[in-house]
């Protein structure tokens, strides 16, 4: 089973399958050769990136990544003001420090290879990582696969796992679910709300407490980034120059300019949301919600509606609970994975549960969640993910401004409908599921296609 503290992971920008994944896996093949005492035997780490992480590796950070894990740093730990000193050290003394005490040789041009012409077959982002002696003898290969939202699984996982088997192994629980259809028969059975059945699920990882004490670190890390985003200037790095737009908005907001326009709504979600985003481009401190290229709508979604003063901290629980038990069901029945599903499956899935956080906060029942969720998945299918330069810029930072608005209007849409809803949770995802395995692989965090190539990136 999936926690909802594992879907909204504090991390790093600007990629949670790119940056956060490629590190958590290059800590893990250090640690697993420290435990095996094979670490004193290696000269040498070679890394291949493979699919979207080798033709957007660079954009994305991954190759940066990848040497921060190899070093021990935690996505969630690791200061990111920090990372450049810290690489620069590397570059200048070309040593890599596995331990304190264990270091070896290391050029990131020699010993991190980009393979842009090999598509895994198990998962888009693959990863292959070996160490040698000084001989130049192999003593270890790993394969690994950065799945999305920061998750990843080794080859033998993703051969051994058909998609019933991960289905079955996630719903289980107090209250074991593994589809919308049984989520709404648990409410209509038990009374609970979606937020209710979470927290009973919770349970079996940890204390009550201690999960809710969760929740609160992730909004503090939520609104913390958009604080950043909105008192932080200048230009974000990359090469495409694109400015960041959101300390300017948010002048002329807190100056009072269109106060008194119904557009102010608008405005206040595009500029959290642009803050987010502008952070987790410039690779910030950002919250996997449930991917970093999404990272910005449920964010700006949660600060209008729940964090206002005076609203008590259960406000802002019960939305980002309602938002994972949701999102768990795309995680298990489909992919939160650019490079599988396309953006469908990271802005539009960001929409979906944002939407179904906040049509529960505002008093609707677990059918009607339940279809703001559908709404807000059912007008992003086919939504490609086109990242120019493969950097996580454009169209990345407006398109979660984007879904911010749509999410609020797709909640709105489902209270205000009584009737049973023509196309269910359950049918939209497993039509985004088909719809992305459909999707050339040119519109999947590749920059093969779509603005990737039709804009110029300099």
């Known amino acids: 089973m999936i926690s909802i503290l594992d879907l909204f992971r504090i991390g790093i920008g600007p990629s949670s399958s790119h940056t956060v994944g490629p590190m958590r896996i290059a800590r893990r093949f250090v640690e697993k050769l420290s435990k095996t005492a094979r670490l004193t035997d290696v000269s040498r780490i070679e890394v291949t990136l493979q699919g979207s992480l080798a033709l957007t590796g660079v954009g994305h ?7 921060l894990g190899l ?9 990111p003001d920090a990372i450049a000193s810290i690489l620069d050290d590397v570059t200048q003394t070309r040593r890599l420090l ?11 041009r020699r010993d991190i290879l980009l393979d842009t012409n090999v598509i895994p077959k198990l998962h888009p982002n693959g990863m292959a990582l070996r160490a040698y002696s000084a001989t130049g003898a192999q003593l270890i290969e790993e394969y690994y696969y950065s799945t999305g939202g920061g998750f990843f699984a080794t080859e033998k996982q993703l051969s051994l796992s058909a998609p019933d088997d991960t289905i079955s192994a996630a719903g289980k629980g107090k209250y074991a679910y593994s589809s919308g259809a049984e989520l709404l028969e648990i409410c209509a059975d038990t009374g609970l709300t979606i937020e209710q059945i979470v927290l009973e699920n919770e349970d079996s990882f940890r204390r009550r407490a201690t999960t809710l004490a969760g929740l609160d670190a992730i909004v503090l890390a939520m609104l913390g980034c958009i604080d950043r ?21 948010f002048a002329r907001l807190n100056c009072g300019i269109g106060a008194n326009e119904p557009e102010r709504l608008l405005d206040w979600l595009n500029v959290y949301a642009l803050a987010v985003n502008e952070e987790n481009a410039s690779g910030g401190r950002v919250v996997t919600a449930p991917t970093n290229g ?21 406000v802002a629980q019960r939305f980002l609970a309602t938002a994972g038990g949701i999102a768990l069901l795309y995680k298990m029945r489909a992919s939160i994975s650019g490079a599988e599903m396309g953006c469908q499956g990271e802005v539009g899935v960001a929409c979906s549960i944002a939407a179904a956080g906040l049509a529960a906060i505002w008093g609707g029942t677990p059918s009607q969640v339940a279809s703001a969720a559908e709404i807000g998945m059912e007008h992003n299918l086919g939504l490609t993910c086109d990242p120019v330069g493969g950097l996580v810029q454009i169209p990345c930072i407006e398109r979660n401004a984007l879904g911010a608005v749509k999410a609020v209007n797709a909640a709105r849409l489902a209270l205000h409908s009584e009737e049973r809803p023509k196309v269910s949770l359950d049918q939209v995802i497993e039509t985004m599921r088909q719809t992305g395995m459909d999707m050339s692989s040119r519109y999947k965090e590749t920059s093969q296609g779509g603005l990737a190539v039709n804009v110029i990136a300099c």
């Open 71 to 79: 070093m021990g740093y935690r996505p969630s730990r690791i200061d």
């Open 98 to 108: 596995l331990k304190p005490d264990i270091s070896v040789d290391f050029d990131k």
């Open 294 to 314: 999404a990272a910005g709508i449920l964010p700006a979604v949660m600060k209008y509606y729940c964090c206002n003063d005076g609203q008590a901290p259960e």
């Open 229 to 249: 985003g909105l008192n932080t200037g200048g230009t974000l790095p990359g090469g495409l120059n694109v400015r960041r737009r959101a300390p300017e908005v």
């Open 61 to 67: 950070g991954s190759i940066d990544a990848v040497i």
